[in-house]
C-alpha cells in the first residue's frame, strides 16, 4: 500500500526572486515584493512555497555560489524579510521550503578564501585539490577530462599551490569535499540554523553530486570534438550517497521537513527509488532530469534535438511506475530556473492556441501521482522570449558561456546563429525574465525602473492582474486543478497511472484507479484536431470534471480540438 502523508498531498509554487516582484525600484525582485503577492500565491491554491537561493552570493550563478549560508543577499533584503515572509506564509497555511546549495559553495566563502590562501589552511580539505597532471610535451594539465557545466574544464588552477580546485559549475563554485566529517557537519548546521527559523524543509541543489568517485578518474570519450568530457558517471550517484542522505534524513524527520532532491543525469529509477523509499528516511522525492532533457542535441543542450509523444509516454509510465511499485515518490514538473517555458518547449506558443495549450500542460501533468511544482509564470501560462531577442538580451552564465566560448573558438555566423536559435528553444532565460503583474508601466508593474532583465513583450495581453479574476484564464484553470486534486485526492493523489492508448502519437491519455474510483486523463499535443477513439474498456458512465473547451461528454469516436483536453469522472 502506498503510505499517505502531507507532502505527498501539497502543491508546490516556486519562486525565482531576482524576477517576482521588485518592492524598492532597483530593477531586482526581493523579499518584500514576495511579501506583497502572498494573497496571489494563496489564491493559486497551492500549499507550499520553494524559494530559489536568496542568500549572501556574489551572484555569478544567480544565487547558487553562496558565500554565506546565514545571511541574505541585501539587494533581496535581510534576515527579517525572511522571518516576514515564513509568518506570512504560515498564517495563510503555506509552508516554507528553502534552497539548499551544498555540493558547492562561492569562492568568495570564508571557507573557500581560507582553503586558497594556504595547504595548511583549516579549511583546506573542505574542497577538493589535486596535483597537475603532465602532457608527454611537459605541459601542465588538469588532474582529469572532466568538463562544467558551464564551459571549459572542471578543475581551476591554483599557482599559488600548484594545485587544481574542482568545480563542475563555474570557477566561482567550488566543489565541498563531503567525504571530509566536518563538510558534512557544517552542512547539518546550516540545515538545524534555518530549520529552527521556522523554515519547512529544503529542495536539494544536485543533491546526487556529493558522493564522488574518489579516484577522480579521466571519463570516456562520449563527444570526441570536445577538448572536455562528461564525468557524471563518476561524480552523480557515488558510493555514499545514501549514508550522507540518511544521516540529513534523520535531522528532517526531526522537524517533519519536506524535502525533494534534484538529481541531474540519473535515469535509472531504481538507482533513486533507493532515495525516497518511503522507510529509508532519506529524501521524500527527487527532481528527475528525463522530460526537461528532451530535445536536447547529441552534443549537449544546444545543439538541435528533436523529442516524440511516445518518448515522453515511456519516461512518464517508467517513472509513475516505478514509484507505485517501490513506495517512492515523484516530483512532477514542466518548468523550474533551469527550464525554458513548457508552453513554447512541448506545446505551441503560438497566440491563438497558447492558452488551451497552457491548460492542456496542466492537465497532463496536474493529474498524474506525486507532488505537483507549478513555475512562478507557469500559472499565467507564460511563453519563452521573442524570437526577435538577440544573445545580448539573454542574462544566464550556462547560455552566455557557451555562446561565448563557441565564438572565441571560431564557430561560423551560421553555426552561432544555430546556437541561438537552440538558445530560443531551450535557454534558462526563458524562466528568468520579471513576472508579468499588469500594464500599469512599460515594466509590466514588475518594477518601478528598467529591470536587471527586460520584460517579455506580451506583458499587455498576458499578466497576473487580468488572469486572476478570470474564470477562463490559465491562473482560474491550475487552480481548478489543485482544487480537484483535493476533492478527489484519493484517486488523483494515491491512485494507480496507466497509459491509455499508449502507442498513439497525438494524444497522451492516461487512466488513475482507486478502489471503485476511476478517472479518465485524456491531452491532445497536436495544435491541429485529431479524431480519438476512446477505448472501448474506458467508455463507462460518468461526467467531465474539467476541460480546457467546453466538452460536456464523451462516447466512442470524439474530435479533440488543436491542444484539447479534459478529465473525465467515472460514476
Ligand atoms: O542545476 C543543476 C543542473 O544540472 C543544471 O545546471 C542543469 O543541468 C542545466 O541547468 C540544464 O540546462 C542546479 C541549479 O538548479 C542551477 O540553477 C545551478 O546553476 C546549478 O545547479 C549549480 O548550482
Ligand atoms: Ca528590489
Known sequence: PVHRAWWKESNVYQIYPASFKDSNGDGIGDIPGIISELDYIAGLGVDIVWLCPC???PQVDMGYDISDYKDIYEKYGTLNDIDELIAGLHKRGLKFVMDLVVNHTSDQHEWFKSAISSKESPYRDWYIWKKPNYGADGSRQPPNNWKSYFGGSAWEYDANSDEYYLHLFATEQPDLNWENPKVRDAVHDIMRFWLDKGVDGFRMDVINFISKDLA????????PNEEYQSGAMF????PRLHEFLQVMGKILKEYDAFSVGEMPEVYDPLEMINTVGFERNELNMIFQFEIVNLGHGPTGKFSPGTWHLTQLKK????WQAFMQTNDGWNALYLENHDQARSVSRFASDAPNVRKVAAKMLATFLGFQSGTIFVYEGQELGLVNVPK???????????SLNYYNEQAAAGASKEALDSILCEMQKKARDHARYPVPWDDSNEYAGFSSVTPWMDVNEDYKEWNAKSQINDATSVYSFWRSVFDLRREFKDVFVYGTFTLV???????FAYKRVYES?????????????VTWTVPKDNVKPGKILLTNYDRTGIDGEIVLKPFEAFVFLVE
Open 55 to 57: 542568500y549572501k552570493s
Open 216 to 223: 577522480l578518474p579521466d571519463a570516456p570519450i562520449t563527444n
Open 235 to 238: 561524480y552523480a550517484c557515488g
Open 315 to 318: 519516461i512518464v509510465n517508467k
Open 388 to 398: 526577435s531577442w538577440g544573445v545580448d538580451k539573454y542574462r544566464d552564465i550556462e
Open 501 to 507: 492508448d499508449a502507442f498513439n502519437e497525438s494524444v
Open 517 to 529: 474510483s476511476e478517472a479518465l486523463i485524456v491531452t491532445s499535443f497536436k495544435d491541429t484536431e
